[in-house]
């Protein structure tokens, strides 16, 4: 089941979608409903069924993306697994990074996965910083950007040195 809570207290106009994909990203259903989540309320959206899609390709390599947005804002995002996380069988997710310096002295960093990337992070070295969002799953060939806000100002050559990216796949070596 899917259920979308409110906890403002305004009713919101949302859109929810989801899409169920392998971890390559060939996608097995999707779909999207338009709502309006009423004030301090919690309601149900709809009812999944993937009893079939789970036997036929099993339910360690189908996972469940789950996007709300509010307008073309991204108000919250999910996954489900049918499987407990060590039993996922992931691949290298072969993250790419494109690395953009503000004029403030902020990083936006721009990441991307050939394949699904689950609890994706990123290290900044030594350097204490502030992320606009630290830990995202990603999907394949579905950007992501992140604002970083590093305590101290960095020279994109420091920032090249220092910056790592990690997700799931990288604790299983």
């Given at each position: 089941?899917?259920?979308?809570?409110?906890?403002?207290?305004?009713?919101?106009?949302?859109?929810a979608?989801?899409?169920?994909?392998d971890?390559?990203?060939?996608?097995?259903?999707?779909?999207?409903?338009?709502?309006?989540?009423?004030?301090?309320?919690?309601?149900?959206?709809?009812?999944?069924?993937?009893?079939?899609l789970?036997?036929?390709?099993?339910?360690?390599?189908l996972?469940?993306?789950?996007?709300?947005?509010?307008?073309?804002?991204?108000?919250?995002?999910?996954?489900?697994?049918?499987?407990?996380?060590?039993?996922i069988?992931?691949?290298?997710?072969?993250?790419?990074?494109?690395?953009?310096?503000?004029?403030?002295?902020?990083?936006?960093?721009?990441i991307?996965?050939?394949?699904?990337?689950?609890w994706?992070?990123?290290?900044?070295?030594?350097?204490?910083?502030?992320?606009?969002?630290?830990?995202?799953h990603?999907?394949?060939?579905?950007?992501?950007?992140?604002v970083?806000?590093?305590?101290?100002?960095?020279?994109?050559?420091?920032?090249?040195?220092?910056?790592?990216?990690?997700s799931?796949?990288?604790?299983?070596?």
């Amino acid at each position: 089941e899917l259920h979308v809570s409110n906890d403002l207290l305004d009713d919101k106009k949302l859109q929810a979608s989801w899409k169920l994909i392998d971890l390559k990203g060939i996608v097995f259903d999707k779909g999207m409903k338009s709502i309006t989540a009423k004030a301090l309320s919690s309601e149900k959206l709809k009812t999944l069924n993937y009893k079939k899609l789970l036997a036929e390709h099993g339910d360690r390599g189908l996972q469940l993306f789950l996007e709300l947005k509010d307008g073309n804002k991204t108000v919250s995002s999910n996954f489900v697994s049918f499987v407990r996380p060590k039993h996922i069988e992931l691949e290298n997710p072969k993250i790419e990074k494109t690395i953009k310096q503000l004029k403030n002295g902020d990083i936006k960093l721009t990441i991307k996965s050939k394949t699904v990337a689950l609890w994706t992070w990123i290290e900044l070295g030594n350097n204490d910083a502030k992320f606009s969002d630290n830990f995202v799953h990603l999907y394949p060939n579905k950007a992501q950007t992140i604002v970083i806000s590093p305590e101290k100002k960095l020279t994109l050559k420091e920032i090249n040195k220092v910056i790592k990216v990690s997700s799931l796949f990288d604790t299983y070596e």
